[in-house]
């Protein structure tokens, strides 16, 4: 069976590992993939926004299942494409992408259906944003509609931020078209949790939870990133949470996108703030996490492509998936400067004794060698009975992936094994 994989990074990696489990895929198409994949998928250089070219692959390579893993490609319509031509996809469509695609469209959604979110305004003109700002309780969130990488959102702490971040993202288009429309909301606190969801539109199956650390600096400072590192399980989700989660938040979700006309099948992700109030909706995901996939999908049992086989075929209440009783860490190695100028083109070596696995994101091949070729150049995940030992595992591990102007933090999980405590 002959799979493809559209996507090219460390998310990327860490689903073509996890699919190479099972006997009856014998190829692998990663379309771009990246320099470090080399081993486990064949890179295709063929951009992950480039529909046309990537249906094309698809037919005239005989490709049995697709996999669309990015947000732009979702956004963009891969999947309906793909589907129309035959190949089955795991991924949502178009018309129920928007869920990510448009932060208007989700923040409406939940207030339609009276799903627990921040209190919010939106705004299609600056004037009447600033007008707003000017009485607006402070701090507050700042978002671009549509899609910037998972940059476009921006915590105001005094109201010249807020007017600041307004008039960057309307005024200057700092996120492009993204920006045109913006939705300013209450400033919600408490822990905050990733849940990776599969969802054959009518069953919800959440997989392990798990904290990211989107800050580039250690102590949760520095400027924000698309994320430094990830453990799971997040000791602040517990069973009685995730009960109140999946009544108020998870299937209510998944039964209004219905009522939309948006069935949704695919990975739902809830980013979700545990506040003094119950659990809040920050943000919708229309697709695995990067980096939560990372530490999510080591701890699956169940074989990943026989689940995202019963979501595609709408059986996967048929399927029991079920997740070892472990912990996970995932450590971000970046190049230095990142996110802001950094330098690439240095070659990364893994050592032999290496028992860490290595999710590569940004990668080159040059000739034998793999050189780094973006911000976040990998990913070093270990897999342990507890936290405290994951989370050690994966630093023990971190020296023996080198390459020049390599950066990580030094307390990923530190949050999470005080919340233990």
């Known amino acids: 069976m002959k799979i493809m994989v559209v996507g090219g990074g460390g998310r990327e990696h860490a689903i073509i590992k996890k699919l190479k489990e099972n006997k009856d895929i014998t190829k692998i198409y990663a379309l771009p993939g990246n320099g470090g994949m080399k081993d486990d998928a064949e890179c295709v250089a063929i951009g992950a926004k480039d529909i046309p070219a990537i249906v094309d692959f698809a037919k005239a390579n005989g490709i049995d299942f697709a996999v669309v893993a990015p947000d732009d490609p979702l956004v963009l319509g891969c999947v309906d494409a793909l589907e129309e031509i035959g190949v089955p996809c795991f991924g949502p469509k178009k018309d129920a992408a928007i869920i990510e695609g448009s932060k208007v469209f989700s923040k409406n959604l939940m207030k339609k259906y009276g799903i627990p979110t921040a209190a919010y305004e939106v705004f299609s003109d600056i004037d009447s944003a600033l007008e707003y700002l000017k009485t607006a309780p402070i701090p507050t969130v700042i978002k671009a509609d549509g899609l910037a990488l998972g940059k476009g959102v921006i915590i ?135 980096p939560e996939t990372q530490v999510v999908l080591p701890l699956l049992k169940t074989d990943l492509f026989t689940v995202m086989k019963a979501v595609r075929e709408e059986t996967l209440s048929e399927i029991k998936v079920e997740f070892k009783d472990m912990a996970a860490c995932c450590v971000v190695m970046a190049s230095k400067g990142y996110p802001g100028k950094y330098e690439t083109g240095f070659e990364i070596k893994i050592a032999n004794d290496c028992k860490a696995e290595v999710y590569v994101a940004g990668a080159k091949l040059d000739g034998d060698k793999v050189l780094t070729a973006g911000g976040r150049v990998l990913g070093v995940v270990a897999v342990a009975d507890d936290l405290v030992s994951a989370v050690e595992k994966a630093y023990a591990e971190v020296p023996k992936v080198t390459f020049d102007n390599a950066y990580c933090r030094s307390d990923i999980g530190q949050k999470a094994i005080n919340a233990l405590k």
Not at 182 to 193: A, D, K, M, R, S
Not at 224 to 230: E, F, L
Request: aromatic share 8%; charged share 25%; proline share 5%.
């Open 156 to 290: 105001a702490m005094t109201r010249e931020e807020a007017v600041a971040a307004v008039r960057s993202m309307m005024e200057d288009k700092v996120f492009g078209e993204s920006g045109s429309n913006v939705v300013i909301e209450e400033f919600l606190t408490g822990p905050e949790v990733s849940v990776l969801s599969f969802t054959d539109g009518k069953t919800v199956v959440p997989m392990i939870s798990s904290m990211d650390h989107k800050r580039a600096l250690d102590n949760d400072e520095g400027l924000n990133t698309g994320g430094m590192g990830t453990i799971a399980p997040n000791p602040y989700y517990t069973e009685d949470i995730a009960k109140v989660c999946m009544e108020t938040i998870f299937l209510p979700t998944v039964d209004a996108m219905n009522k939309e006309g948006r069935t949704f099948k695919g990975c739902l992700y809830f980013g979700l703030m545990l506040t003094p109030n119950g659990p809040k909706v920050i943000e919708y995901n229309c697709r695995f996490g990067d």
